[in-house]
């Protein structure tokens, strides 16, 4: 099980990543590749370019971890790749329709897909043909879902039965893609998430770094806000949240209030102490936090899953 706050269950088909923006800074997965390197975790052995990645975190593929959710009888919201992006260039087009497939073949689950490259996404989900025939956008990529179902395929995933192309719609509805947006002049991600096919379109904006004022929520289902924690954490302003929740009601985004932040928590009283001194060293306990701010709401799509 996981504990972040808006999901359950945690699926690592990929690891590693490189940093590509302000928001990557002070990475938790990097941080805790490193970690499981030095304990000897097998999928972390891999050592990325120490300029954009680390110990352990360079992009590596873990077939073997595919079939895990044909394991899960229970429902649940399933984070994917919370130590990797899925949408990392050299996430190869053909993996990424393996993962794809086994996602359409437990409808059960509802996934949760974060990025910070929305525009692979868009591009390699929207699919345009280029075969002359005229298929609809996607067609080749849901072929490739399919060739990954057909047990004599070099790309099979063992357990998948034939007819996913059939038995699913598209886009999947029980997948939810995500792009993350930690500043202003990261706002444009916005505009490759709404090219992006997905039965639920959100924004994590965190860490977040700064106001978010060119931030367009037109067609995004969910926002989900939070300061940052840990070391050498930035600064956030309560009002950054107070503006997005504002727009979020404007637009009919559902929002949600992940935390205020370490710096938030270590210089904010209530009852003559700390809120870090409370024990909330990262700001995530609502009841510390002033009233319009508490404020976690999901999806419409989250509650037919």
């Not at 938030?264 to 002033?290: F, M, Q, S």
Request: hydrophobic content about 35%.
């Amino acid at each position: 099980m996981s504990k972040i706050e808006w999901t359950e269950q945690t699926w690592n088909a990929t690891t590693g990543c490189d940093r590509i923006s302000p928001g990557c800074d002070h990475c938790y997965a990097l941080t805790m590749a490193k970690r499981l390197k030095g304990m000897g975790q097998a999928k972390y052995q891999n050592d990325g370019n120490p300029k954009t990645s680390g110990p352990g975190f360079a992009l590596t593929l873990h077939p073997d971890v595919l079939t895990e959710p044909l394991r899960w009888k229970k429902p649940r919201k399933v984070f994917v790749n919370s130590m990797s992006d899925l949408f990392h260039a050299r996430v190869p087009r053909e993996f990424l329709a393996r993962v794809f497939a086994v996602m359409a073949a437990t409808p059960q689950h509802t996934y949760q897909i974060l990025t910070k490259r929305p525009e692979r996404a868009a591009r390699i989900l929207t699919d345009l043909c280029t075969c002359g025939v005229g298929h609809p956008p996607g067609e080749h990529f849901r072929s490739s879902m399919e060739w990954a179902a057909t047990s004599h395929s070099p790309t099979y995933v063992p357990g998948l039965e034939r007819g996913i192309y059939h038995r699913s719609g598209w886009p999947l509805p029980n997948v939810w893609i995500g792009t993350s947006i930690e500043s202003d002049d990261y706002a444009r991600r916005a505009n490759a998430l709404r090219n992006t096919p997905a039965a639920v379109r959100f924004i994590s904006a965190e860490p977040l770094l700064g106001p978010l004022p060119s931030l367009d929520l037109t067609g995004i289902d969910w926002l989900i806000i939070g300061g940052e924690s840990g070391p050498g954490a930035r600064v956030l302003e309560p009002w950054w949240i107070d503006d997005l929740v504002y727009e979020a009601r404007q637009a009919g985004t559902a929002p949600f209030v992940k935390q205020l932040g370490s710096v938030w928590a270590r210089h904010t009283t209530i009852n003559g102490k700390t809120v870090a001194a409370h024990g909330d060293t990262k700001g995530g306990k609502p009841e510390y936090w002033p009233a319009e701010l508490r404020v976690r709401e999901y999806p419409k799509a989250a509650s037919d899953a």
